[in-house]
């Protein structure tokens, strides 16, 4: 009587194995990665919410100050309106969403721009400059503009590594099996001209 052999089965079974422990790896390492830029993304969210929040303040400020070009300050209001107007829903789904991550970046860099051109006005108006609550409001203002560029480099920094992981061997052949769950994350770009700071004099 001819002995079964047993290896061929022990083969498929060993290869499944390491198949779905390299799965689970890849999977797990993933999962934690994305949580990873989640966080960080909503880093980004409360620094751009705390803007927001900074400029009907801002905007009644320089209001009343007599004169003023009330062109600058209706573009920064029109700015901020066209911030809020992208829906929670598209805001949380950027991250996976390329076109909606580009719309979001580009409404938060108009918006951006629009305080730049304001604070350069207000050089004219040294009276304005000289209020207290002016004053705190851009010193309050340039520190969130720097705690946005500091969470913005932590979040591109964080999905570079999701996407480092995500495109290397083995977790590449994996990735895509989980659907959009794990869609590479996009960055924060510079807008253009960044290259060229603009030439602001803040002294009184």
Known sequence: MQQRSYIGPLVVIGIVVIVAVMVGSAYNSLVTLGQAVDAQWGQVQN?????????PNLVATVKGAANFESSTYEAV??????????????????????????????????????LSRLLAVVENYPQLKATENFQTLQSQLEGTENRIAFERRKYNEVAQAFDTRRDTIPTVFFAGLFGSKFNEKPYFKAQAGAE?????????
Do not use: H
């Open 196 to 204: 060229q700071a603009p030439v602001v004099n803040f002294s009184p």
């Open 77 to 114: 209001a029109k700015a901020r309106a066209s911030v809020g107007q992208i829906s929670p829903q598209v805001v949380q789904n950027a991250i996976n969403n390329p076109q909606d991550f580009a719309k979001y970046a580009a409404a938060q860099d108009q918006l951006g721009s629009a």
């Open 47 to 55: 620094v751009y919410q705390r803007r927001a929040d900074l400029i």
